[in-house]
């Protein structure tokens, strides 16, 4: 009798256990269906609306506070501070270019998060780096630094020396290549910033990649116009909107990178 009643008490755990698998089995394949990226127009549905969806919403604000804090500092600094002399420069100087090189370092290390996973397909970005990891940060930091210094180098011979007559040409011309230089370090996981998947998608995704950067040039004229207007109209007080703006931009972009390699990658 017991024997039995124990065979059918495992019957039963059993019997439960599969059926608790299956309900998970199905929930994960709900959550990858509506967490991958749109098969129609992958550079528009789920992009513009990106930084303030509810998964990314916190990683959003923490950015545009430490853009926000680190500006007016030093607006402060530069004006009221400018009347304490050394002193207010001492005291104000560090602090706001501390916070605003954290903001950059972790505001990059979130967005190669954002390009990476997207890359791959993924709607959602479930561990954005965490607050208190500077290291990372610094590490991140120092990577954007190297990519937009390839970039820079790459456009001042590509513009044969138009630097001396204006900048505008190499920085064009940088902004143009930092996403390619970008794309291609993380493809192949090197320094090199060449990778031969991201040279032959530019034959083979001609279309993506010309409307990834008219949408990524719209959003930063876009910053940019909000960001003159409110600075002649508002003054200081525009920093509280340019701010969370400028981190939202960021955001797109990284977004729109993402999408754009999420295409080179399908077959």
Wanted: one cysteine or more.
């Amino acid at each position: 009798m017991n024997a039995a009643s124990k065979t059918s008490r495992d019957d039963f755990h059993r019997k439960n256990a599969r059926a608790l698998l299956e309900k998970a089995e199905r929930e994960l394949e709900q959550s990858r269906a509506t967490r991958s990226s749109p098969t129609r127009l992958p550079m528009l549905l789920g992009v513009f609306d990106f930084p303030w969806r509810p998964g990314t919403l916190l990683c959003w604000l923490s950015i545009s506070l430490g853009f926000t804090v680190s500006v007016l500092l030093l607006a402060f600094l530069m004006g009221p501070a400018a009347a304490l002399g050394m002193m207010g420069v001492r005291l104000i100087g560090p602090a706001a270019f501390g916070i605003l090189l954290f903001t950059l370092a972790y505001m990059f290390a979130c967005c190669q998060k954002v390009i990476e996973e997207t890359a791959y397909g993924h709607a959602v970005i479930d561990e954005w780096p965490s607050l208190v990891q500077w290291k990372e940060w610094g590490w991140a930091f120092f990577q954007l630094f190297l990519y937009v210094l390839q970039s820079a180098l790459a456009a001042a011979v590509l513009t044969a020396g138009s630097w001396l007559v204006s900048p505008i040409p190499v920085l064009l011309v940088t902004a143009i290549l930092f996403p390619f230089f970008l794309l291609s370090c993380l493809e192949s996981d090197s320094w090199i910033p060449l990778s031969w998947p991201i040279i032959r998608s530019l034959q083979t995704h001609t279309p993506v990649w010309g409307l990834f950067y008219l949408e990524a040039a719209g959003v930063v004229v876009g910053w940019g116009l909000v960001t003159l207007a409110g600075i002649e109209w508002f003054g200081l007080f525009s920093f509280f909107v340019s701010g969370p703006l400028l981190a939202a931009a960021a955001l797109i972009c990284a977004r729109l990178l993402g999408r754009l390699a999420w295409c080179i990658r399908r077959p």
